[in-house]
């Protein structure tokens, strides 16, 4: 007689007494696959998904004898361990590694600094630090006024921390500029091997990629991963912003979102003048036509602004001028500013406009800064 596993049930626990040996086998088998991938560190929404998938071969071999149910599983399980094998191997690649180097170093200083792959640290006082490299990346001028050598080791890196109140550019050896704004952490080969070119990011920053067909340029940061051969884009992925985001200048890029999961990665080819922003709360990536020069016009010293909620921009100035700006009043929260903000200005002059054109006032306490 045929059995018929359904939906609802579970993997059985015990088999059918008209098994054969190998037939008890196989299930004695497929019960430990079953529990190794419960075990995984999957999180509850992929073992749901993994289980779903497993059901639904069960299902499609409904009308096979309880031994071919019994076969499929086991290829099916061994197939899915497969891929999830691979999976967490390939979350072991070079972007995991440098985001674990990123998670190493804080912002507990106001200066910018640089660690080496030596992990020598080189602090930089500008206020806009300039490094490049050269030789292969065993070569930094910085600021055009001093000049760091290094050597390093395979997959080696280089971190630059640029904390609230400073900014930097990296150009690194293929001709690729970043810039960097305040609050953020880039980390990066510290040599360049001519074959690989990838960055993980913390922060925001601009980049200019210089085009090389044959060697993609990949930009990691904790819930996306933009791949491109030559354009121009921004990135901003910081962990208090309830959404990462990334605006096409020219060229093209493919962004992955949530790729670190094994169901759940989106991917979105971008045309220029798209930004796609991804919410890691509700794993939901969205695309749409923008005005670029207002998410790129910081890298050169100003903000354009339209229709931006308050509490975004007070965010923005305070990372840029590495102050404590907030709002005392819950109305004021959903107030929007619209207007063009100089910030080579010192910070009051910038929030005496905000104020003349919300009709609040604000109290300055030191570096903090309070509307009303």
Do not use: C
């Not at 075990?39 to 096979?64: F, H, S, Y």
């Not at 704004?181 to 980049?207: C, I």
């Amino acid at each position: 007689m045929k059995k018929r596993v359904r939906k609802s049930e579970h993997l059985p626990e015990s088999e059918s007494p008209d098994l054969s040996e190998d037939e008890k086998r196989i299930a004695a088998n497929t019960r430990i696959l079953m529990k190794s991938v419960q075990e995984e560190a999957l999180p509850v929404l992929e073992k749901t998904a993994l289980r779903l998938r497993m059901e639904e071969t069960i299902e499609l071999q409904g009308t096979r004898t309880f031994r071919g149910t019994w076969l499929a599983v086991a290829a099916s399980v061994a197939l899915l361990l497969v891929s999830v094998s691979g999976y967490f191997l390939l979350r072991q690649n070079t972007g995991s590694a440098m985001q674990e180097e990123a998670s190493k170093l804080t912002f507990d200083t106001a200066d910018t600094r640089l660690q080496l792959a030596d992990r020598r640290i080189v602090r930089l006082s500008e206020q806009n630090a300039d490094l490049v490299y050269k030789q292969d990346g065993l070569r930094i001028q910085i600021d055009s006024a001093s000049v760091v050598e290094q050597r390093t080791a395979d997959q080696a890196f280089n971190t630059l921390t640029v904390p609230y109140g400073k900014r930097s550019t990296v150009t690194l050896v293929d001709g690729t500029k970043i810039w960097l704004n305040s609050g953020s952490k880039l980390v990066y080969p510290s040599t360049s091997d001519g074959k690989t070119r990838e960055v993980y990011l913390e922060g925001q920053a601009y980049f200019s990629v210089s085009h090389a067909d044959d060697i993609p340029f990949f930009v990691h940061t904790k819930n996306m991963k933009v791949q491109v051969f030559g354009t121009e884009f921004d990135v901003s992925a910081y962990d208090d912003d309830p959404q990462s985001t990334a605006v096409l200048v020219k060229g093209s890029i493919e962004l992955t979102a949530n790729q670190k999961s094994f169901f759940g990665s989106k991917k979105k080819k971008l045309t220029p003048g798209t930004m796609a922003a991804y919410d890691p709360g509700t794993s939901e990536l969205q695309t749409s036509q923008v005005d670029v020069a207002s998410y790129i016009s910081w890298k050169e010293g100003y903000l354009i602004l339209n229709k931006v909620p308050l509490p975004d921009i007070l965010r923005k100035l305070g990372r840029y001028y590495r102050a404590d700006i907030s709002l005392g009043s819950a109305d004021a929260r959903n107030m929007t500013f619209s207007g063009r903000l100089d910030l080579q200005e010192d910070i009051a002059p910038v929030l005496d406009i905000i104020a003349a054109t919300t009709s609040l006032n604000y109290q300055q306490t030191e570096r903090r800064f309070i509307f009303r």
